[in-house]
C-alpha cells in the first residue's frame, strides 16, 4: 500500500507538467468553482497554494484536469454533476477536488465555523435538513441529466 | 551471550513479555521508529485558537491526510502525518504482496498498539475455544497487566463476556448521545438479553483518574492526530519505564531476519539499519513478538523455506452507521473520548460464537474524511453534517476468524510475504443487529453498511499455531516454544489458533507474559 502511493506520487513529479501562468490561472479558476459550492466565496490566496501543492502530489488530479476545465469553460452545473456523479461513483473527479478543498480548509482557523460551529438545535436543525433534502433533490434532478458532461459526452 | 534472553519486538507482546522477564536483564531489538515531535501546543481547541493554519498538524506537508481522497482506505488514525512513523519503512523492510489483503505492518516503538482504539477484552472460557490453554491459566497474567497498565470500565450486563472486574478504574465520561442510548437498554435490558444482545461500557487502557505518574485522560481531541498521550497506555510506556528503570536493555534501528542455534543457545541476526551492516546477538533463549506476520518471516527465513504455506487468521470488520433522531441538532458540551464509548456483544440463542462491537461517536477525526458519504449536494454537507454528527454513531462489528485453506501466507526468496486471503469469514447478522437497534432508537440501513477488505483490522494472527502436542515444525507448544527449536519461543499472536471476535491485543500481552513468566521460572 505505501509502495504504491510511493509510486504513484514519484510518477508526478512537477518536472513532467506544465506550470505557466495559463494553466496556473485555470486551476484557480476551478479551485474558485468548488470553493464557491462549499464555502459560498471565492478561495484566498493561501488556500490556492495549498491546492497547486495538491496538483503536484497527486497526479488523479493533473490526468482529470482537462475535463474539468471544460465543465468550468462550458458554466455547467459543477454542483449537480458532482452529486449525480458521487452518488455512483464516489472516487469521480469533481467529488475528489471537493475532499481535497476540504481538507486544505479545515486546517485553517478561518473555516472553523463551517466545520466546527455547534449544531443549531432540534427545531432548525429539521429545518435546515429538510431544506438541504430538498435541495439535494433538486440538485440531483439536474446532475442525473447531465451527468454524462463528466464523461465528455 | 549478548543476553540471557533476547526479545525481538516492543510492541504488545514484546512489552508484556519483557515485563515477565523484567528481574532477568533481558535485551529487546527491533527498529523501534519513534514518533516525530508533537506539533500542537495544548488540545486541538486552544491549537486552533492560537495558531491560524494547522496544516503540518493535520494535513501534513506532504499532503499525508489526503491519502483517502486517491489511494486505498487507511484508518484515519493511520494517514494523519504524526501517525505515519508507526508504518514508516514497513514496505521497504518488510515487504508484503497481496492482492486480497490490505495489510498495516509496523516496526514503530511499540508497534500497532501506537493506532489502537485501547480496548482491553480478557478472553473468556468460551472465547478461549480452540486453544490448548484454559482461561485460568491466563487470569493472573490478565490481572498484573490491568495493574500495570491501567483499564477504566465498569460492572454492567457486559461483566458476564469481560471478565473480572477487580483494580478496574471508573469509566470514561460519557456523552449525551451514548448516555441516552444506555439508559435506554437498561430500562429494557431484560428484552434485549433474551434476544442475546449485551450492552455495557468498554474496557480501555485510558486513565479516567491519574495513576504511577500518569495523567487522567484530558479530552484533547487529538488522539486521531498524534500519539505518546500518556493517559492512553500503550506498550512503549512499558518498554520506556523498565529501560529507564534499568530493568531491560533495549537496542533499536535493528531490523531481526532470522536466528540459528546450536547446542549453547540462540544467535538473532539482523541489519543495523544505521550502518546498514549485519549484526548478530547470541542470548541462551530468544522471543519472538515481532507481531505475528513478521515472526513468521523470521521463522521461515530462518529455516530458509520458502514454499512452506502458514495459516493466517484476521477478524472480518463491518462498520454499521447508526441514527439516534432524538438528538438531530441537539449540542451537548461532553467532550468524548474518540473510542469506543460503548462496547455490546451479540449472541443469539444458538450462536456458537459470540460477535462484539465497539460504538463511536463520529468525533475524533477529521470532518473531511466523511464529510462527502453524506447523501447531500456538496453545498448542503457541511450545514447538514452540523446537524446530524451529534445524532450520528457507528457500530464497529468484528467477526471470529477460523482456519481456513485458503487465508494463507508464503514466504518467498526475495524476502517478500506473500499473503492470500480471499475468505473473510463475514456472518449475515448486519439486519438482525439493526433490527435489534431500532428498538433502542436507533435507525440505520443494510445498504450503508460498509466491509473493509481483509486485513483492516489488523489482528493479524495464527501463522504458528499453539497446540498441546505439536506434530509440524511450525506449531508452537503450550509453553510458546517453537517446534523443532530447542530455546525459541513464540510470544505474539502467531500462536493464536483461532481468533475470537474480541480485539486480542489484551490477550497477545497476557500470553506474552505468561510465555516469558515460564521462561523466568525455567531453571537455568
Known amino acids: ?153 | 551471550m549478548d543476553a540471557d534472553v533476547i526479545i525481538v519486538g516492543s510492541g504488545a507482546a514484546g512489552a508484556a513479555a519483557a515485563l515477565g522477564l523484567a528481574e532477568h536483564d533481558p535485551l529487546v531489538v527491533d527498529v523501534g521508529n519513534e514518533p516525530p515531535p508533537d506539533r500542537f501546543a495544548g488540545s486541538l481547541e486552544e491549537s486552533r485558537e492560537s495558531s491560524p493554519d494547522l496544516h503540518d498538524g493535520l494535513i501534513g506537508p506532504d499532503l499525508e491526510s489526503l491519502h483517502n481522497v486517491f489511494f486505498p482506505y487507511l484508518s484515519p488514525k493511520l494517514k494523519a502525518p504524526l501517525m505515519r512513523f508507526i508504518w514508516a519503512e514497513a514496505a521497504s523492510l518488510t515487504p508484503l504482496e497481496s492482492s486480497s489483503f490490505h495489510a498495516v505492518i509496523s516496526l514503530a516503538l511499540g508497534g500497532l498498539a501506537n493506532a489502537w482504539g485501547a480496548g482491553t477484552f480478557r478472553f473468556i472460557s468460551e472465547d478461549l475455544d480452540g486453544f490448548p490453554i484454559g482461561a485460568e491459566e491466563l487470569d493472573p497474567h490478565y490481572d498484573l497487566l490491568t495493574r500495570e497498565i491501567g483499564i477504566s470500565g465498569a460492572d454492567d450486563d457486559l461483566g458476564p463476556c469481560f471478565g473480572s472486574t477487580r483494580d478496574l478504574l471508573p469509566p470514561l465520561r460519557l456523552p449525551a448521545l451514548f448516555s441516552g442510548i444506555l439508559g435506554r437498554y437498561v430500562r429494557r435490558n431484560g428484552t434485549f438479553l433474551r434476544k442475546g444482545l449485551r450492552i455495557g461500557r468498554p474496557r480501555i487502557a485510558v486513565l479516567s483518574e491519574a495513576r504511577d505518574g500518569r495523567p487522567a485522560y484530558e479530552y484533547d481531541s487529538l488522539d486521531f492526530f498524534q500519539s505518546g498521550n500518556p493517559a492512553i497506555y500503550t506498550p512503549s510506556l512499558t518498554i520506556q519505564k523498565l529501560v529507564h528503570s534499568g530493568k531491560i536493555r533495549y537496542r533499536n534501528r535493528i531490523l531481526v531476519r532470522s536466528f540459528d542455534e546450536d547446542h549453547e543457545g540462540v544467535t538473532v541476526h539482523g541489519l543495523d539499519l544505521d550502518s546498514t551492516t549485519r549484526v548478530s546477538f547470541r542470548c541462551r533463549k530468544a522471543i519472538l513478538a515481532a507481531g505475528a506476520l513478521n515472526t513468521a518471516r523470521i521463522v521461515l527465513e530462518s529455516r530458509r523455506d520458502y514454499r512452506t504455506t502458514l495459516p493466517i487468521l484476521d477478524n472480518a470488520v463491518s462498520y454499521i452507521p447508526l441514527l439516534d433522531p432524538r438528538r438531530i441538532g441537539v449540542p451537548d458540551a461532553t467532550p468524548c473520548y474518540p473510542g469506543a464509548v460503548l462496547n455490546a456483544i451479540y449472541k443469539p440463542a444458538g450462536a456458537s460464537a459470540p460477535l462484539q462491537m465497539s460504538l463511536y461517536a463520529f468525533t475524533g477525526t477529521l470532518r473531511s474524511d466523511f464529510l462527502f458519504d453524506f447523501p447531500f449536494a456538496s453545498r448542503d454537507v457541511l450545514p447538514a453534517s452540523r446537524v446530524l454528527l451529534p445524532a450520528l454513531l457507528v457500530a464497529q462489528l468484528f467477526f471470529p476468524s477460523l482456519p481456513h485453506p485458503a487465508n494463507r501466507l508464503t514466504l518467498d526468496e526475495t524476502g517478500r510475504l506473500r499473503v492470500e486471503f480471499p475468505e473473510p469469514q463475514r456472518l449475515p447478522v448486519e439486519r438482525r443487529l439493526l433490527s435489534l437497534y431500532r428498538r433502542l432508537g436507533l435507525f440505520g440501513h443494510p445498504t450503508l453498511v460498509r466491509h473493509l477488505s481483509p486485513g483492516s483490522s489488523f489482528h493479524y494472527a495464527g501463522c504458528l499455531p499453539m497446540t498441546r502436542s505439536p506434530s509440524s515444525p511450525y506449531e508452537t507448544g503450550i509453553d510458546g516454544k517453537l517446534a523443532g527449536t530447542r530455546a525459541v519461543f513464540i510470544a505474539d499472536a502467531a500462536v493464536f489458533p483461532r481468533l475470537p471476535s474480541k480485539n486480542h491485543t489484551f490477550t497477545v500481552m497476557a500470553n506474552a507474559h505468561r510465555v516469558a513468566s515460564g521462561i523466568a521460572a525455567a531453571p537455568g
Open chain 1, 1 to 153: 500500500m505505501a509502495m504504491s502511493e510511493e509510486s504513484a506520487m514519484a510518477g508526478a513529479s512537477d518536472a513532467e507538467r506544465p506550470r505557466d501562468e495559463s494553466w496556473r490561472r485555470r486551476r484557480a479558476e476551478e479551485l474558485d468553482a468548488f470553493h464557491r459550492i462549499l464555502f459560498d466565496a471565492p478561495a484566498p490566496e493561501p488556500l490556492l497554494l495549498r491546492y497547486l501543492e495538491a496538483y503536484s502530489r497527486f497526479s488523479a488530479l493533473e490526468s482529470t484536469a482537462p475535463l474539468v476545465d471544460r465543465l468550468i469553460a462550458s458554466h455547467s452545473d459543477l454542483e449537480a454533476i458532482e452529486l449525480a456523479a458521487r452518488l455512483r461513483d464516489p472516487d469521480n473527479p469533481l467529488t475528489r477536488r471537493l475532499k481535497v478543498l476540504s481538507y486544505l480548509a479545515e486546517a485553517r482557523r478561518e473555516y472553523a465555523a463551517h466545520f466546527y460551529a455547534p449544531p443549531p438545535g432540534r427545531l432548525r436543525g429539521f429545518v435546515l435538513l429538510c431544506v438541504a433534502a430538498m435541495r439535494t433533490a433538486f440538485k440531483f434532478s439536474i446532475g442525473a441529466v447531465r451527468r454524462s458532461e463528466l464523461d465528455g459526452r
